[in-house]
């Protein structure tokens, strides 16, 4: 268990500034120690915590054992130009499925869409791909994001999805990921984690 990767995918999620992870004697994890700026509650990154450790690690860890003191400093506050959700629409013929997403930064709105085989899993993949086509159509970028995996978790007495995109940066490939409780709705969930994940790499 390499814990320096583990606390550098949690210093991913939104709102967090920094992460320490402290072992006890058998190598288990004993103590997480977060420090985040005021953008999220605690219980939601405390969640978020626990859905990456479980997630990408299978390592469920309690709640107790996530410490997190906030610090109101505007230094250390995210940008707030970031890419916004309009809409998720799905629609089927036959043996074929079409989603389309629809975002926003403050001064336009972009849409893409993807037609493919009307499969659960496959429209799962649609939708993350169709999300990361419209980022880069609003970022100007060209084949940046590839999404390595998604997967849905039980957390608390929720549900949640896990996305996971890779991207290429000064010719080094980074991670980023991020997460959404389903409430509901796994369509929407789905594409709120992949702009979870892309807007910590299109916000630094």
Same mark, same amino acid.
């Given at each position: 268990?390499?814990?320096?990767?583990?606390?550098?995918?949690?210093?991913?999620l939104e709102s967090v500034v920094s992460?320490?992870?402290?072992?006890? #004697?058998?190598?288990?994890?004993?103590?997480?120690?977060?420090?985040?700026?005021?953008? %999220?509650?605690? +219980?939601?990154?405390? %969640? #978020?915590?626990?859905?990456?450790?479980? $997630?990408?690690?299978?390592?469920?860890?309690d709640y107790k054992k996530i410490s997190? $003191?906030?610090?109101?400093?505007?230094?250390?506050? %995210?940008?707030?130009?970031?890419?916004?959700?309009?809409?998720?629409?799905?629609?089927?013929?036959?043996?074929?499925?079409?989603? +389309?997403?629809?975002?926003?930064?403050? #001064?336009?709105?972009?849409?893409?869409?993807?037609?493919?085989?009307?499969?659960? %899993?496959?429209?799962?993949?649609?939708?993350?791909?169709?999300?990361?086509?419209?980022?880069?159509?609003?970022?100007?970028?060209?084949?940046?994001?590839t999404l390595e995996d998604i997967r849905?978790?039980?957390?608390?007495?929720?549900?949640?999805?896990?996305?996971?995109?890779?991207?290429?940066?000064?010719?080094?490939? +980074?991670?980023?990921?991020?997460?959404?409780?389903?409430?509901?709705?796994?369509?929407?969930?789905?594409?709120?984690?992949?702009?979870? $994940?892309?807007?910590?790499?299109?916000?630094?």
């Amino acid at each position: 268990m390499d814990i320096e990767i583990i606390e550098k995918d949690i210093e991913k999620l939104e709102s967090v500034v920094s992460c320490k992870i402290v072992l006890n #004697d058998y190598g288990l994890i004993e103590e997480i120690h977060i420090v985040s700026n005021n953008t %999220r509650g605690a +219980k939601q990154i405390a %969640r #978020d915590v626990q859905s990456v450790l479980l $997630a990408l690690y299978n390592i469920p860890v309690d709640y107790k054992k996530i410490s997190i $003191a906030q610090i109101g400093d505007e230094r250390i506050k %995210r940008q707030e130009n970031r890419l916004r959700l309009l809409g998720v629409y799905h629609d089927t013929l036959g043996s074929k499925a079409t989603v +389309k997403v629809s975002l926003s930064n403050q #001064d336009n709105i972009f849409e893409n869409s993807i037609t493919g085989v009307n499969a659960s %899993r496959n429209i799962s993949r649609m939708l993350v791909d169709a999300t990361l086509k419209t980022v880069e159509e609003a970022c100007g970028y060209e084949d940046t994001f590839t999404l390595e995996d998604i997967r849905t978790t039980s957390i608390s007495n929720d549900k949640a999805v896990i996305v996971v995109v890779s991207c290429l940066i000064d010719d080094q490939e +980074k991670r980023f990921c991020g997460s959404c409780l389903i409430n509901n709705n796994l369509e929407i969930a789905i594409v709120k984690a992949t702009l979870d $994940a892309v807007n910590r790499f299109i916000t630094k």
